[in-house]
Nanobody, 119 residues
Framework: QVQLVESGGGLVQAGGSLRLSCAASGRTFSSYTRGWFRQAPGKEREFVTSIRWSDGIAYYADSVKGRFTISRDNAKNTVYLHMNNLKPEDTAVYYC????????????WGQGTQVTVSS
C-alpha cells in the first residue's frame, strides 16, 4: 500500500519559516504530479502548489506566490514545501497529495500536518 507521510509542521511566529516534507512509503510508485493542499478551520480545502515530477514545472496559488517554494528529491521520492514570511492566514492543516497519472485526479493523500502561525 502506498502512503504519503508529511512532516515538519508546527507553531511559528508571523514572518517565520517552515519546511514541510512529504515522503512516499510502501510500494514504490511514481507521481505524475505531487501537490500540497491546505484546509483551515471552517474552510474548504484549497490548492497551494504542485510540481510535475518529470520536469519540475511548478504551479502556485496566488496567495502563496513569492513566499512558498515547492521542490522535489527524485532519489528520495520526497517533495518539500518551503514556506517563508508566514502569515496567520497560512494557519491550516497541510496535506500532501499525488496524481499517479496525467489523467487522474489526486488519488493518493497524506494524513496532514498542522501549521499554526501566531501573530
Amino acid at each position: 500500500q502506498v502512503q504519503l507521510v508529511e512532516s515538519g509542521g508546527g507553531l511559528v511566529q508571523a514572518g517565520g519559516s517552515l519546511r514541510l516534507s512529504c515522503a512516499a512509503s510502501g510500494r514504490t510508485f511514481s507521481s505524475y504530479t505531487r501537490g500540497w493542499f491546505r484546509q483551515a478551520p471552517g474552510k474548504e480545502r484549497e490548492f497551494v502548489t504542485s510540481i510535475r515530477w518529470s520536469d519540475g514545472i511548478a504551479y502556485y496559488a496566488d496567495s502563496v506566490k513569492g513566499r512558498f517554494t515547492i521542490s522535489r528529491d527524485n532519489a528520495k521520492n520526497t517533495v518539500y514545501l518551503h514556506m517563508n514570511n508566514l502569515k496567520p492566514e497560512d494557519t491550516a492543516v497541510y496535506y500532501c497529495a499525488a496524481r499517479t497519472t496525467s489523467i487522474s485526479e489526486y488519488n493518493v493523500w497524506g494524513q496532514g500536518t498542522q501549521v499554526t502561525v501566531s501573530s
